[in-house]
DNA sequence: TGACTCATGTCAGTAGTATGACATAGATTG
DNA sequence: CAATCTATGTCATACTACTGACATGAGTCA
């Protein structure tokens, strides 16, 4: 197979497995999404939003590792599509809460089925004590890239 | 700290840790190849070609994981650029193997002492043990999901 | 209080990658 | 052998997210 034939360094690396994993997910996401009219972060912003309510533009950007630029575009077209609502001017700072709308909450139910089927095929076959190492091995790595 | 604040379902998806990783690990990786004027898929590609010369645009696509039409525009820049070099015409079918220059190894050289600093410090404060158990994980998590 | 720093929302421009489409070479199959 | 399928290289186009930049509100501190 494939693993026999690549060079020794490219299958130890886990920086290089790290990105294989991440791009098989979103592949997945994104097939089971585009059905729905969503794009993957369209669909975090959605998912923070129902279980964070009332969160601003920079805190969803930073939930959903995108741009606050970004999300803001996102977010207008939110908006736009009747998904989302955030008041005319702040009622403090310039920060605007944003809030799910009922259209926004149907929306989200169907997507939210369909990505739970994803990690449930990504988590199959894995033990839990399997799952629980991995969520340790992640961890570790992230607040070791982050701590600057 | 935030950890204790977030959803309960944030942090037992796997599928999140999975993304907020890939995300870190990518942008530092940006951090230090930008100073060298390379992207992530820049260097991929040198260092796929380092290790198995002769490769083809598709198959240098598959390696890092992006399309061969974006790997075919970055390909015709390294050439451009002196990086890389590719037959006028195929040997045989298509398929144009493509090669580094001396330049391009040259560039690929700094390029890996910056990424690997950086792989060394994301699994900084993992055992070996643990650099194993992720790498099943990893492994495990990519077979299920590319598995149709 | 006034100067400074930091975070926010937003607009504009750019870069990287993806999708769609086409022609062509090799493999497969009847 | 002919027809079909698969894979490849490439062009044109579109989209997603980023960087740069600006104005403004809130906290900090001398």
Redo the contacts between chains.
């Keep these: 197979m494939s693993q026999d034939e690549a060079?020794v360094?490219?299958n130890t690396?886990?920086?290089y497995?790290?990105?294989?994993?991440?791009?098989?997910?979103r592949?997945?996401m994104e097939e089971v999404l585009r059905p729905l009219g969503m794009t993957i972060t369209h669909y975090s912003c959605l998912e923070l939003l129902a279980?964070?309510p009332g969160l601003s533009n920079s805190e969803l950007a930073r939930g959903t590792?995108v741009t606050r630029q970004s999300m803001n575009v996102l977010l207008q077209s939110l908006e736009r599509d009747g998904f989302v609502t955030r008041p005319a001017e702040a009622p403090v700072g310039k920060v605007l809460p944003t809030q799910l709308t009922a259209s926004g909450r149907r929306s989200l139910e169907k997507a939210t089925v369909a990505?739970r089927s994803?990690?449930e095929?990504?988590?199959?076959?894995?033990s839990d004590a399997?799952?629980a190492?991995?969520?340790?091995?992640?961890?570790?790595?992230?607040?070791?890239?982050?701590d600057r």
């Design positions: 060079g360094d490219l690396s886990l920086g497995l790290l990105k294989e994993a991440s791009v098989a997910l592949s997945a279980q964070r590792f990505v994803v990690e095929r990504m988590l199959s076959g894995m399997e799952r190492v991995a969520f340790v091995a992640l961890s570790s790595m992230i607040h070791s890239l982050k």
